[in-house]
């Protein structure tokens, strides 16, 4: 397959309690859209967008997860595979404020050490804020997060919180690419194909079985030809979080 037919495939969970708006973040990064009204979701959704970063094409999944407990063992099976992470609270609702520090260790158990972003949603109802500024600031700065304060409505900070875990997530990728091997490479998935529920890109085995059923699925990760080469080092050590 030649190497202008893949991309940076980058799986982005948005976890936090319920209703603090991030199904709503997700249809307006992705679809341009705002609905006052609430839907809970069910387990999970999921969305892509195609951007452009530092002239590189991204290929952002973004997962939205059920903010409930009783969805825990569906949306915790989702976590793995994940890239990036919004933690989002909203303004209105302490409690969701008081679970971020939980909602980083589900995701940390399932996913390890990746990069994260701190959220704080419903600005337009600071009126109404059970939670002050410096109290989002100080968590921040103690769980060593980038912070943005948005406004899914006014359609404010949205774009730049995604664009900030894109452009995180290839610094980090390309220093670890630059120090492992191929066999060690991650994140790069071929674009002709459709994307799997697990956050990766799969594609069929050529040919089949006599009866027409469909042969078995394989995944397909590739390299970035021009990120080969040196030594080895794992991405993790080579990716500090803000």
């Given at each position: 397959m030649r190497e202008e037919e893949?991309?940076?495939?980058?799986?982005?969970?948005v976890v936090g309690n319920g209703a603090v708006g991030k199904s709503s973040m997700i249809q307006r990064y992705c679809k341009g859209i705002f609905t006052k009204d609430y839907k809970k979701t069910i387990g999970v959704d999921f969305l892509e967008r195609q951007i452009e970063v530092a002239g590189e094409d991204v290929r952002l999944m973004l997962?939205?997860?059920?903010?409930?407990?009783?969805?825990?063992?569906?949306?915790?099976?989702?976590?793995?595979?994940?890239?990036?992470?919004?933690?989002?609270?909203?303004?209105?609702?302490?409690?969701?404020?008081?679970a971020i520090e939980s909602w980083k260790h589900k995701v940390e158990d399932e996913c390890g050490d990746i990069?994260?972003?701190?959220?704080?949603?419903?600005?337009d109802l600071i009126d109404e804020a059970t939670v002050e500024s410096g109290e989002a600031e100080t968590l921040a700065k103690q769980l060593k997060l980038k912070f943005?304060?948005?406004?899914v409505k006014d359609d404010f900070n949205v774009n730049e919180v995604f664009t900030y875990l894109a452009e995180r997530y290839l610094e980090c990728l390309s220093s670890a690419d630059t120090e492992q091997p191929p066999e060690h490479q991650i994140g790069m998935f071929s674009a002709s194909k459709g994307a799997d529920g697990a956050?990766?890109?799969?594609?069929k085995k050529e040919g089949?079985?006599?009866k027409g059923r469909p042969s078995e699925t394989t995944f397909q990760l590739r390299p970035n030809k021009t990120r080969t080469g040196g030594k080895k080092k794992s991405f993790l050590s080579s990716c500090s979080v803000l």
């Open positions: 893949f991309e940076t495939a980058i799986k982005v969970l997962w939205d997860t059920a903010g409930q407990e009783e969805f825990d063992s569906i949306t915790k099976s989702y976590y793995r595979g994940a890239h990036v992470c919004v933690l989002a609270f909203s303004t209105t609702d302490r409690k969701s404020f008081e990069v994260m972003v701190l959220v704080q949603n419903k600005i943005y304060r948005t406004s956050g990766g890109e799969s594609s089949g079985n006599s």
